[in-house]
């Protein structure tokens, strides 16, 4: 094969993978888990294997809305603070007498409307998404301090139906595998929604809006598309599926504390564009998003089965993240 054909057959590759966003993440995932197929000796295990499914639902659940409104052309630094407040509502209202139905609607409202707030002042004050929602990420944190008095809320009584039906241990199947595994309920959750998601974006009106919002803003608002109603939806969307994630995540610790969520916004924002979504908005897929969820969860697992630490993992997740964006940029410039 000459120089030039060969050139020609790249440029065609190239142009390829620029009508599939999440084909760079899907490659990697799969180089992640043969090579800890290889390396840990017991990642290939049920309890493993089922442990990055559970681990990846929670965030996973608000990567979905992170994705979109990423995908609008706005980022939300605040949901890890947001998860933290959410929770903390949830275990007041409990502790308060609720019952969990109604505690669970509560925090659902009130990480909603923190999402509503951000959206709000990005949209009304013009001040990028970026800096808007990291100043709230620091008042949120506060909230949740205070609502909490700076110490742990526990809740101990009798666990209530919904804590098994949002993410109960899925006996029937953990029990069929030695040692036993650790499938949750949070995993179909995290599924539906996802499917969800990815329908919205694909089949929906909104989802049209969603796209073109973050595409050119100024081409979609002369099209008759309201990119402020569709900014401000997105974001309390955000919001809504933080305040699920986080009456979840509480389902199975039944406590929080002061720091819960802390990093969250980081491994969601690294996990989108892991997954083919792109920074200046218009470009991304839920399933893409969805894959660089258990691309993340999955190496924190691989490397805590080979006896890594933390920072290690969090050195290799920020070379995974840079090399991403950089084929990621490289890849889409070709179908511009």
């Not at 409202?109 to 990028?128: E, F, K, Q």
């Not at 998404?129 to 609502?147: K, Q």
Request: aromatic share 10%; with cysteine; net charge positive.
């Amino acid at each position: 094969m000459s120089a030039e054909s060969l050139t020609v057959s790249l440029t065609r590759f190239r142009y390829r993978l620029a009508e599939f966003p999440e084909a760079v993440v899907l490659f990697s995932f799969g180089l992640l888990l043969l090579f800890f197929s290889l390396a840990a000796e017991h990642f290939l295990t049920a309890v493993a294997l089922t442990n990055i499914l559970s681990f990846s639902s929670i965030l996973g659940i608000m990567v979905i809305g992170v994705a979109m409104l990423m995908i609008a052309g706005e980022f939300d630094l605040s949901v890890g603070a947001n998860f933290a407040v959410a929770s903390f509502v949830f275990a007041w209202a409990l502790n308060a007498g609720l019952t969990a139905v109604p505690a669970m609607i509560i925090s659902v409202v009130a990480g909603s409307l923190l999402g509503l707030v951000n959206g709000l002042i990005v949209v009304y004050t013009g001040i990028p998404s970026f800096i808007a929602t990291l100043g709230t990420m620091l008042a949120y944190r506060g909230i949740a301090r205070a609502i909490g008095g700076g110490m742990l809320a526990k809740y101990i009584e009798s666990t209530p139906i919904l804590f098994v039906v949002l993410n109960g241990s899925i006996d029937a199947i953990n029990e069929l595998f030695y040692p036993v595994a650790n499938l949750r309920v949070s995993i179909l959750w995290f599924i539906v929604f996802a499917v969800l998601g990815a329908l919205v974006l694909r089949r929906s009106r909104y989802g049209n809006w969603v796209y073109a919002t973050g595409g050119n803003p100024g081409a979609a608002l002369a099209q008759g598309v309201p990119v402020k109603r569709v900014k401000l939806m997105t974001f309390t969307l955000v919001g809504l599926l933080v305040g699920l994630a986080s009456v979840m995540q509480f389902s199975h610790r039944t406590s929080v504390d002061p720091l819960r969520g802390d990093g969250m916004e980081l491994l969601a924002v690294a996990a989108c564009v892991i997954g083919g979504i792109r920074l200046t908005g218009g470009v991304g897929t839920i399933f893409g998003a969805v894959v660089g969820v258990l691309l993340l969860t999955t190496l924190e697992q691989g490397l805590v089965l080979m006896g890594m630490s933390v920072q290690v993992f969090r050195a290799v997740a920020g070379l995974i993240l840079m090399l991403s964006v950089i084929l990621n940029t490289y890849i889409l410039r070709s179908g511009e």
